[in-house]
Antibody
Framework: EVQLVESGGGLVQPGGSLRLSCAASGFSFSSYAMSWVRQAPGKGLEWVSA????????NYADSVLGRFSISRDNSMHMLYLQLNSLRAEDTAVYYCAKDRVGSGSYSDAFDVWGQGTVVTVS | SYEVTQPPSVSVSPGQTASITCSGDKLGDKYACWYQQKPGQSPVVVIY???KRPSGIPERFSGSNSGNTATLTISGTQAMDEADYYC??????????FGGGTKLTVL
């Protein structure tokens, strides 16, 4: 079974830092690009960051560029998101999501999502 | 930056057809997909590459994308289809862009 399990969320003060983790299982992890998508309370989905299968290229939404950093450890089947200089508007459920196509590069949709981890900045 | 727009809400009677639109500049030149999200759950893709259904998604879900509008159509809508639906546009230059979501109510 393909599964993504996020962890690392919590309550942090403005200006603080957190590191989110996503444990992947059930698929060839290094073959798939991965993303983080967040959802503020009562709001819609917002793509945050993505990384290709090899880890050699990353992309960020303008809202987090320079503050967040995505990385992966293919040997451990782990995806990470380092959140720095946190702001109240970063409060959200953070989901990790698997790219639909296992080309190693990015594709059009996310076919597996984790259950999310809650980040509260206050 | 690129944006796509959805109506905040759509209502439909059980058994009828629901249509949810997603609008964006030359959206038809990009791929559109649709996610269903029920309260307290993670999103699930119901349509990808404009009109393809993942395995396990009922045939009543269909999609189209042309010009500036992508459309999710649910034929014979059931009570279990009540959820929030998000469109998402993608191409290699704009990355992944989500619409604001549409709450589908089955009355």
């Amino acid at each position: 079974e393909v599964q993504l399990v996020e962890s690392g969320g919590g309550l942090v003060q403005p200006g603080g830092s957190l590191r989110l983790s996503c444990a992947a299982s059930g698929f060839s992890f290094s073959s798939y690009a991965m993303s983080w998508v967040r959802q503020a309370p009562g709001k819609g989905l917002e793509w945050v960051s993505a990384i290709i299968g090899s880890g050699g290229s990353t992309n960020y939404a303008d809202s987090v560029l320079g503050r967040f950093s995505i990385s992966r450890d293919n040997s451990m089947h782990m995806l990470y998101l380092q959140l720095n200089s946190l702001r109240a508007e970063d409060t959200a459920v953070y989901y990790c999501a698997k790219d639909r196509v296992g080309s190693g590069s990015y594709s059009d949709a996310f076919d597996v999502w984790g259950q999310g981890t809650v980040v509260t900045v206050s | 930056s690129y944006e796509v727009t959805q109506p905040p809400s759509v209502s439909v009677s059980p058994g009828q057809t629901a249509s949810i639109t997603c609008s964006g500049d030359k959206l038809g030149d990009k791929y559109a997909c649709w996610y269903q999200q029920k309260p307290g759950q993670s999103p699930v893709v119901v349509i990808y590459q404009d009109n393809k259904r993942p395995s396990g998604i009922p045939e009543r879900f269909s999609g189209s994308n042309s010009g500036n509008t992508a459309t999710l159509t649910i034929s014979g809508t059931q009570a279990m289809d009540e959820a929030d639906y998000y469109c998402q546009a993608w191409d290699s230059s704009t990355a992944w862009v989500f619409g604001g979501g549409t709450k589908l109510t089955v009355l």
